[in-house]
């Protein structure tokens, strides 16, 4: 079994700063793209960012380009998700996702495993 875990939610301030981590453990998923997703409350869950194996490509939701920067570090497992200039409409809960293949996952239906997520809340 495939295990995403998130952390680095909170609690911040408009104009402030966090920074998500997802972890992958248990079977190894070889090469996997990976990405976050997030839910407000009432709305559906959305697209945030991608990064392919490499992480040579990413890609951006347009609500969030120029303020997040996807990332990921292969020999730890993980995959970061740093997010400057926080706005109260980034309050959710952001999930980490993976595919079990190389490319990114720009939508839900490309992706395999799902981590429990996280809550971030931007206070104005």
């Known amino acids: 079994q495939v295990q995403l875990v998130e952390s680095g939610g909170g609690l911040v301030q408009a104009g402030g700063s966090l920074r998500l981590a997802c972890a992958t453990s248990?079977?190894?998923?070889?090469?996997?793209?990976m990405g976050w997703f997030r839910q407000a409350p009432g709305k559906e869950r959305e697209f945030v960012a991608a990064i392919n194996w490499s992480g040579g490509s990413t890609y951006y939701a347009d609500s969030v380009k120029g303020r997040f920067t996807i990332s990921r570090d292969n020999a730890k497992n993980t995959v970061y998700l740093q997010m400057y200039s926080l706005k109260p409409e980034d309050t959710a809960v952001y999930y980490c996702a993976a595919r079990s293949s190389w490319s990114a996952p720009r939508g839900e239906d490309e992706c395999d495993y799902w981590g429990q997520g996280t809550q971030v809340t931007v206070s104005s």
């Open positions: 248990g079977r190894t998923v070889s090469r996997p793209g």
